[in-house]
């Protein structure tokens, strides 16, 4: 595997390369993201061990934003969450006094399908709405733990999307509209099925048999690989048995070698008990895991607009939604952190998206126009959040030269050519200044421009004598970001 090594470029034109950096300062926290042709020629063996060594496709660390729909039969009552069946079943009282007030006696979970009929679902529109949030990639529940799936599987035979309800392949058809935008497409797919009569029987059998496994969990997650090509498979659902029942390494030995994504396939880490947080692709650990500390392996904060719930819910109230500011907040924070922030809404059963997580996610949209230059294709810096300042969050952009060492071979290094700083509060002092630490050694080095994205005009700074920097910013009506603001520096 390369080593990535962290430089500083100090002169804008650097003849002797040993003075363009400073040897400490290499440091070992990156990501190692190299380009996916390393994956090429490469078999891997279906162990952890092997599938542990792939390296990560370049797309999906560059995209740092994707939307996540959760939308299955849960969307028709839409009361508590995408866990109502299982909720139900299990004697919650809220649910079971919902279910007599609401709807006939002797009414099953199955009989919501046909009220499910997405009537006003128009893909271009979910597309469009998706593209203007600024998120880069989409995913999908194909099936959750309900069974239903979003497509036409071969499996399961009435119990599907085109088969009843919408009567329409709603993967099918969101995929073609998110890619025909540019977004990339991936399918959540939940391992277990709640109340799938072959699964049942292995888990009554402890796991020694593996008749659900081999005859419903393969062919659909194949089909679902071979019909709509995802990107991103995002597995769930895998905690009751290990991968060993599930067959995960062989899985995704197939699609690492074989299958038609294997160059550009991106998977999380729920592949079984004890996985998550330790194999695949990127790591979502817990759902709207945030560590706040840059992570030694690529992940994902998975992240939902409603705080209660990943489905629909009828009965949400405003308060129960994401403020904008904490969604910025969540997305700085991840993307300082190495992490990717994947950020749920819920459709309804006609098939629209509520207009307040439309608003929600134009407003990161927005705010990405003017800020994202700092987000996509960034990579964390030295510092993640500023220790003076704890509303500050930085990332950097680096450049990869050849960089040949009298003795030595020629490597690979990546030089710094931005820092952003992000700060989530306008600071409430007379003057107007940004008071920060961890850039203050840098700044030091070498001439440095301020500005603050959106606005253009190099900002005057200096150093206290406590070593702290401070920023002299534009006057505050004068800036176009209303909730949180990017200061980029550039070496001159
Ligand atoms: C995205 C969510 O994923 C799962 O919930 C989980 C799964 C794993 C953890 N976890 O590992 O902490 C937490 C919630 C689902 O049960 C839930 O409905 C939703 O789809």
Redesign the pocket.
């Known amino acids: 595997m390369r080593r990535l090594i962290f430089l500083f470029m100090f002169g804008f034109v650097c003849f002797s390369p040993s003075n363009c950096f400073n040897e400490d300062e290499n440091i070992n926290n990156n990501i190692i993201i190299d380009a996916p042709f390393e994956n090429f020629e490469k078999k891997f063996q279906p162990n952890w061990k092997d599938l542990d060594t792939r390296q990560l496709p370049k797309w999906y660390d560059d995209a740092k934003i994707g939307i ?1 729909i ?1 939308w299955g039969l849960y969307c028709v009552p839409g009361f508590r ?3 109502f069946w299982a909720y139900w079943k299990g004697g919650d009282k809220n649910i079971v006094q919902f279910m007599n007030n609401t709807y006939p006696p002797g009414f099953t979970y199955q009989d919501f399908a046909p009220m499910f009929k997405a009537e006003f679902f128009n893909a271009s529109e979910f597309a469009d709405l998706f593209v203007n949030s600024g998120a880069k990639y989409v995913v999908l ?1 194909s099936k ?2 309900e069974g239903f799936t979003l497509f036409p599987s071969k499996r399961s035979f009435g119990w599907n999307s085109v088969d009843t309800g919408p009567h329409r392949d709603l993967v099918g058809d969101l995929a073609n509209a998110v890619r025909q935008k540019g977004l990339k497409f991936g399918v ?1 797919h ?1 391992l277990y099925e709640w109340y799938n009569p072959i699964y049942l029987e292995d888990k009554k059998a402890n796991f020694t048999t593996r008749h659900y496994a081999g005859s419903k969990l393969w062919p659909d997650l194949k089909q679902l690989v071979n019909d709509y090509k995802p990107s991103v498979i995002w597995s ?2 895998d ?1 009751e048995a290990n991968d060993t029942y599930w067959k995960s390494t062989d899985l995704l030995a197939w699609l690492y070698n074989d299958s038609p994504v294997r160059d550009e396939v991106v998977v999380n880490d ?1 592949w079984g008990i004890g996985t ?1 947080c330790k194999h695949g692709d990127f790591y ?4 709207r ?1 945030n560590p706040g500390k840059l992570q030694n392996h690529k992940w994902e904060n ?1 992240l ?1 607009l409603d705080l209660t719930s ?2 629909y819910r009828r009965n949400i109230a405003l308060r129960e939604v994401i403020p904008i500011e904490r969604l910025l907040k969540e997305v700085i924070s991840t993307v300082s952190c190495g992490g990717n922030a994947l950020i ?1 809404i819920g459709p309804t059963k006609e098939g629209t998206i509520a207009p307040i997580f439309a608003e929600r996610l134009l407003g990161l949209g927005n705010w990405l126009k003017i800020n994202g230059e700092g987000i996509y294709k960034s990579s964390p810096w030295l510092s993640q959040n500023d220790t003076f300042n704890d509303n500050v969050w930085y990332t950097c952009k680096k450049q990869r030269y050849n960089y040949q060492k009298p003795t030595a071979k020629p490597t690979e290094v990546d030089i710094v050519t931005a820092i952003y700083a992000f700060f989530l509060k306008w600071p409430t002092n007379d003057e107007g200044m940004l008071v920060i630490n961890d850039i203050t050694k840098h700044l030091q080095k070498g001439n440095w421009q301020v500005v603050l994205l959106g606005n253009g005009e190099p900002l005057h700074w200096e150093t206290t004598v406590t070593g702290k920097t401070k920023i002299y910013l534009p006057r505050r009506e004068r800036v176009n970001s209303r909730h949180a603001w990017t200061l980029k520096f550039t070496p001159v």
Do not use: K
């Open positions: 996540f959760h969450s995408e866990w529940t959750h733990h959540y939940s769930d659902g905690w729920r998550s979502n650990c817990e759902d895991y998975a939902t990943w489905g749920n």
